[in-house]
Each structure stands twice: as structure tokens, then as C-alpha cells.
């Protein structure tokens, strides 16, 4: 029987940095969801993320498993009674290496507690647990991923598992961490009687594209009462018949109104103005130069294209869902798809023979690894495998990556010739 699906609040920690800011966001959603009732997207990255908590939490629960090497079908077991849960799921994750990954997570989870405990303070741990944030609203709830309270130090570590690759996630000023501080000192106050004067956030984001990303934040509880106080303003204004949109990159980034919302259009529309002021002048002198565009002109129209190909991105999901809902938009229309072609296997051998096949090949590196699991694949079988260095990608300054730089390439090439002639 699948694990029920978790309830989730609106004015919930997960959705703390869009709806916070952005109060108006949460009506915004409802009727957009109101109108497209039938809009549920596939979403493998948050199903992948959701199956990585229920196995870490089963995992800190167990704290002795597995007592021997498991293989992919061990994991899928315990998975599979999640309510997100597919059968397809089984051939498109990686579950030893999710498994190597949450064993990780455990074992930080694991440390933060015995520290506390190595002490002799007295300590109350948590793990996938449901608090309440009441002055933050009366439906205000969340569910922490894992929590040490030091009863004794009056001290608590907040810990929140990110399997995501794509977005990074900012340990610091973490309103998701804030709103867990503050359901934590709910319910320690409730359960404990005790009173929390510090707090230390952590994040273990292990899979991002940048690089491991495992980091911690130090606060106390008038930063937690700062936040508390923002916090309930934007959930009384959200209740408001007219509540306020506020648009910026971070709150937009997820929100399902994003494609429609006239209050991004608006910001947008301004934003455009105010970047290309002399937008007129610039195509006229470009026009007339040959040699192109700068290296520092190109920096800047790079820098304006990302917010505006976002925006642009998600109106045309919106678009998409309102006429495949019957709702046509002005102008445009549906197009029949391309067919793809599914064959009946038996009876076309029967015809063909050999001819129905294509030759065997190969399987990718990646697609074994998920059959027989990253950390076996990399101890017996990657010395059969050639690296291929994958095409550089051009990204922001400030990202994490590992930069590649041409001269380097260059002199690698050099070094490989001199050992060819050796």
C-alpha cells in the first residue's frame, strides 16, 4: 500500500521564499489552478527528490542498515511505497547511487547528533517530522528533515536535504530554515518547556551541477523573531481581497502564475525600458559597425537575456495549458503533433526475421551505472571506459563551476603529444 501523500500549507516553509515576499502569490496560484484544473506536469526531479527523503528518513530510522551490499531492487522496495511511486521509476533513477547519496546524508545527520551527545547535554532528535509555525499563521506548517535540540544548551541544528541539481540553495537568510527554527521552538516550548536561544542551519545539496554544496548558518532567536514578524505581515496580507504581487527573480522562479501574472508583465515591461534606454542609438551604431559587438557589450545583453527568455519560457506554458484546457488563444492554434510508431515485436520477426533489429550496441555509461550502481561501476568496470571531455558551457561569474580555460586545454593536448613520442 502506497505511503499516503503529505498534506501540504499554503503558507508552508517550502514556499516561505515566494510566498513571503510575494504575498499575492498564493491566490495567484489558487485560480490559476482553478482554471486549469487538469494541469499536473510531470516533475521527475521533485519525484526523484521526494523517493531520496522517505529513503533517508527510513535509512536514520534504521540506523544499522543494510546490514550487507544491496542491489538496486533493495531500495526500490522501500521506495516504492511512497505515494509518488511509478513503475517507470525503476528505469529512470539511480537507486544505488541514491542509496550511496542518503547513506552520506545519514551520516552527517548521524554526527550533528552524536556530538550533542558526546557532551552529556541532554538532546531531543528529529527526523521528517511535521511542526507548526502558529505565529506565523494558524495554518502554517511544515516538515523538517531532520533536527538535534540540545535541551541543555538551549541550542538547535536544523538540517534540510536538497537532491536537486539545477537551482542552488543558499544556506544563508534561509527563509525555508527560518520557518523550521521557528516550528522547532514551537514545539520544544510545548513539549520541553525550553526556551531556544541559538540556532545553526544546514544544507546538503551533494548532487548540484556546480559541486557538492554542503554549507551551515549561525543565528539566534532574534533573527528567528525578525523573520516571524515578515513573515505573519505577508500571511495577513495574502488573506487581503486584493492581496500584493511582488515579482522577482527568486519568488517567481517556481510559481505556477508566473506565465500569466500582470504583475510581472508589468515589472518586465519596466525592467525593459529601464535597461535599454538607449536602445534606439545602440542598434543604430551596430548597424554601422562591422567589427560586432564587444566582449563587454556581448556580457551585458547576456545579463539582460536571462529573466526576459524566463518570462517568455513560462507565457508560453501558460499559453500551452489554456488551449490544450479548451481555451483557445487569439492568433494561435494547436498543431497536430509528429506520430512516433510502436511496432508489435513478435510479428514483425516472424515477417522480417533479422531485418525487424538493429544491431546491438553499447549501453551509455550512465544507463549501466544505474543497473549495477555507481560506486560498483566505478570500482570494476571504469578503467573500460574513456573519458571524453564534454563541451565547455558559458555561465555566470559567480556560478560554482570549475572554470575551463583554453590555455589549459591547449597545454594538456602538448602533454599528451610528449607522451606519445616517449
Given at each position: 500500500m502506497a505511503a499516503p501523500a503529505l498534506v501540504h500549507s499554503i503558507f508552508g516553509a517550502s514556499g516561505a521564499h515566494r510566498w513571503v515576499p510575494c504575498p499575492g502569490s498564493i491566490q495567484a496560484i489558487q485560480r490559476f489552478y482553478k482554471e486549469h484544473p487538469d494541469h499536473n506536469p510531470e516533475n521527475l526531479a521533485a519525484d526523484e527528490g521526494t523517493l531520496a527523503h522517505e529513503l533517508s528518513d527510513v535509512l536514520i530510522n534504521?540506523?544499522?542498515?543494510?546490514?550487507?551490499?544491496?542491489?538496486?531492487?533493495?531500495v526500490i522496495d522501500i521506495v516504492k511505497e511512497s505515494h509518488v511511486w511509478k513503475p517507470e521509476f525503476e528505469f529512470q533513477f539511480d537507486f544505488l547511487d541514491m542509496l550511496d547519496i542518503c547513506l552520506r546524508y545519514r551520516d552527517y545527520a548521524q554526527a550533528l547528533a552524536e556530538d550533542a551527545l558526546e557532551?552529556?547535554?541532554?538532546?531531543?532528535?528529529?527526523?521528517?517530522?511535521?511542526?507548526?509555525?502558529?505565529?506565523i499563521h494558524d495554518n502554517s506548517f511544515g516538515t523538517n528533515d531532520y533536527a538535534v535540540v540540545n535541551l541543555t544548551?538551549?541550542?538547535?541544528?536544523?538540517?534540510?536535504?536538497?537532491?536537486?541539481?539545477?537551482?542552488f540553495v543558499d544556506v544563508n537568510e534561509n527563509m525555508?530554515?527560518?520557518?523550521y527554527a521557528e516550528g522547532i521552538r514551537n514545539q520544544i516550548k510545548q513539549d520541553h518547556g525550553v526556551n531556544i536561544e541559538t540556532y545553526r542551519g544546514h544544507i546538503y545539496q551533494p548532487r548540484h551541477n556546480d559541486g557538492e554544496n554542503i554549507a551551515s548558518w549561525e543565528f539566534?532567536?532574534?533573527?528567528?523573531?525578525?523573520?516571524?514578524?515578515?513573515?505573519?505581515?505577508?500571511?495577513?496580507?495574502?488573506?487581503?481581497?486584493?492581496?500584493?504581487?511582488?515579482?522577482g527573480d527568486k519568488q517567481c522562479s517556481f510559481c505556477e502564475a508566473k506565465g500569466d501574472c500582470k504583475a510581472l508583465a508589468a515589472q518586465m515591461t519596466e525592467?525593459?525600458?529601464?535597461?535599454?534606454?538607449?536602445?534606439?542609438e545602440s542598434v543604430a551604431s551596430y548597424s554601422a559597425n562591422v567589427e560586432g559587438m564587444s566582449d563587454e557589450e556581448l556580457s551585458v545583453w547576456l545579463d539582460r537575456a536571462k529573466p526576459i527568455i524566463d518570462w517568455m519560457e513560462a507565457i508560453k506554458k501558460t499559453a500551452y495549458a489554456r488551449a490544450t484546457n479548451g481555451r483557445p488563444i487569439p492568433n494561435f492554434k494547436l498543431a497536430v503533433g509528429r506520430n512516433s510508431y510502436r511496432g508489435d515485436a513478435e510479428a514483425l520477426e516472424f515477417m522480417l526475421g533479422d531485418d525487424a533489429f538493429e544491431e546491438p550496441k553499447l549501453k551509455s555509461q550512465s544507463s549501466l551505472r544505474k543497473a549495477v550502481g555507481s560506486k560498483k561501476f566505478t570500482e570494476l568496470y571504469a578503467d573500460y571506459y574513456e573519458t571524453i571531455e564534454g563541451k565547455p558551457t558559458l555561465v555566470p561569474a559567480t556560478s560554482n563551476a570549475q572554470e575551463w580555460v583554453p590555455e589549459q586545454a591547449f597545454k594538456d593536448a602538448l602533454d599528451e603529444m610528449d607522451?606519445?613520442?616517449l
Open positions: 534504521n540506523p544499522t542498515w543494510p546490514l550487507e551490499d544491496v542491489n538496486a531492487d533493495w557532551s552529556g547535554d541532554d538532546i531531543v532528535v528529529y527526523s521528517e517530522t511535521q511542526v507548526a509555525m502558529p505565529r544548551k538551549r541550542h538547535v541544528d536544523i538540517l534540510d536535504l536538497k537532491y536537486g541539481r539545477g537551482v525555508q530554515v527560518l520557518s539566534d532567536k532574534k533573527r528567528v523573531n525578525k523573520f516571524i514578524t515578515i513573515a505573519a505581515d505577508a500571511a495577513a496580507k495574502a488573506e487581503l481581497p486584493d492581496p500584493p504581487l511582488n515579482p525592467r525593459l525600458q529601464a535597461e535599454f534606454p538607449d536602445i534606439d607522451e606519445a613520442d
